[in-house]
């Protein structure tokens, strides 16, 4: 089992900055991807960001130049540096863990942009 904690929602204006934090802590050698994926109010939950452990990243079109997505060096921790806020980015946000036989996901953390 994993478990992932989230921390660093909450309001912030347009043109803002957040960054988001999961820890991860249980049988985290079975992690071989983690992320960060989004759920608005009304629509489905969909991806943001990815990063392997071998560090490759992968981001939706419409955050690409914005945020950025990055691992610690034990792999514990994966954080997302959201700068540029829109209001189009307010939702929910949840980390992911992928493991080989296993998904994980955090408890997820709002957050707001909006003037």
């Known amino acids: 089992q994993v478990q992932l904690v989230e921390s660093g929602g909450g309001f912030v204006q347009p043109g803002g900055s957040l960054r988001l934090s999961c820890a991860a802590s249980g049988s985290i050698s079975s992690i071989y991807m983690m992320g960060w994926y989004r759920q608005a109010p009304g629509k489905q939950r969909e991806l943001v960001a990815t990063?392997?452990?071998?560090?490759?990243?992968n981001l939706r079109d419409s955050v690409k130049g914005r945020f950025v997505i990055s691992r610690d060096g034990t792999k514990n921790t994966v954080s997302l540096q959201m700068n540029s806020l829109k209001p189009e980015d307010t939702a929910v946000y949840y980390c992911n863990a992928l493991g080989y036989s296993a998904s994980y996901w955090g408890q997820g953390t709002q957050v707001t942009v909006s003037s």
């Open positions: 990063i392997t452990n071998f560090g490759s990243t």
